[in-house]
Structure formats: C-alpha cells, structure tokens
C-alpha cells in the first residue's frame, strides 16, 4: 500500500515570499491533517480535513496560512507571506475510520521549509 | 489546554540497557495513548496505542508502555535496546475533551551506543 506522499521534500524561501506544499494521502482515507514541527518540539496540528470539510483549523494562522482539499483527496498548504518563524518541517497525515473515534494517523515524509 | 509532557530530551545509553521514557499529560476522562518513533532519515510511524482495555500494551520491536490513570502516565519501556533503536520518540494523547485532537510531546532523542 502505498504511503502518504508529500512535495517538495525541501523548500528555501526567503521572508515575505510565499510557498505551497502539496499531500496526497493514503488511498481512500477520508481525513486529513496538516501539522507543524518546529525543530525540538514535536508535530503541532494545523487543520484537519475530513473529506473536503475542515473539522479543525483552530491552531491555523490564518492571516497567512491556508489550506484546502477541494476534491476530498489531495491538499495543499499555503503559506503567504512566510515570517522567520514558519521555519519547521511541515507533516501531512491521514487516517480512515475503523471503528467507534479510533483511526491510526499515518505520516508522510514532511517538507522542510527554510526561510531567510 | 490540553499537555503533553516527555521528562526527558536526550538519552544515551549502550546496547542491552534498559529503557524507560516518562509521558505525562495534563487532562482527565476518557484518553487515547499513543507512542510513535521516527527512525533517522525516515516517517513518524505507530509503536504502540492504548485504546480500552489492559494498561500493559505491548508494540513492535520489543516495547511496551503502562498506562497509569491515577498518575496520567503513559510510560514507554523496552528491557533491552540494540543500536537499531536509536531514533526520536514522541508521546502523544487524544482526549474528547480536547476535541479529540492529537496532541505531542516534545519528544526525546535516543541514542544507543553500539
């Protein structure tokens, strides 16, 4: 079975530009996390998708974070315009219900992102 | 808000030691516990959940946690650890009261020496 794929693996900008990051998830699962991981804390929710509706984004700046997942499959994560501060490795995640609220999270990869 | 702590950052130890790594959360009722690990250069994946049930769990790759309720532990062990365990592992709590969110510990890097 196939991972969870993120793009691109490794992202340099410099501050007040902006940058996207794309998640395709694990075939067929119907929820979708953004998290943030700023070096030596751990992963930080963003905003969780459950098809194409956001379930929570209460942790999502969004005076310059956005996020959307129009089809109810892959997603993309914008951030504009970067501060210093969005330095951190950006995780993508998804799971599929099981049974009752119990549903393991798969990670992808991350991006790293670097601003300057 | 709900917390996760982990009590301690960095572990070095060498191969055949045992291992114990603390978790702590802040929030009663009802709580999903989980462990995962990130292996260098590779994705955070599942050690071990605690769902319902017997507060022993046990995991991949010879670990095991104690959910302790009264103490709001969820304590990650393994008797012996080889060279392949060196990684970062992270605690991690669901709680309904929370809104059913994953929250993370800060996580704590483990080193073994061979």
């Known amino acids: 079975e196939a991972g969870v794929a993120q793009s691109p693996r490794y992202k340099i900008i410099e501050k007040r530009q902006s940058v996207a990051f794309w998640c395709n998830p694990i075939?067929?699962?119907?929820?979708l996390y953004w998290y943030q991981q700023i070096l030596g804390q751990g992963p930080k929710l963003l905003i969780q998708f459950q098809n194409n509706g956001v379930v929570d984004d209460s942790q999502l700046p969004k005076d310059r974070f956005s996020a959307e997942r129009l089809k109810g499959v892959d997603s993309t994560l914008k951030i504009q315009p970067a501060k210093l501060e969005d330095s951190a490795v950006y995780l993508c995640a998804s799971s599929g219900l099981v049974r009752r609220s119990y549903n393991e999270q798969f990670f992808g990869p991350g991006t790293r992102l670097t601003v300057l | 808000a709900q917390s996760v702590s982990q009590h301690n950052h960095h572990v070095i130890l060498s191969e055949a030691a045992s291992l114990e790594l603390g978790c702590n959360y802040s929030y009663g009722g009802t709580v999903n516990l989980f462990w995962y690990v990130q292996y260098p250069g590779q994705h955070l994946q599942l050690l071990l959940k605690?769902?319902?049930?017997?507060?022993l769990v046990k995991g991949i790759k010879g670990f095991e946690a104690e959910f302790i309720k009264s103490k709001f532990s969820f304590n990650l062990r393994k008797p012996s650890v080889q060279w392949s365990d060196t990684a970062e592992y992270f605690c991690a709590v669901k709680g309904r009261a929370a809104g059913n969110k994953l929250t993370f510990g800060g996580g704590t890097r483990v080193l073994v020496k061979p």
């Open positions: 075939s067929g699962h119907a929820t």
């Open positions: 605690y769902f319902s049930g017997d507060p």
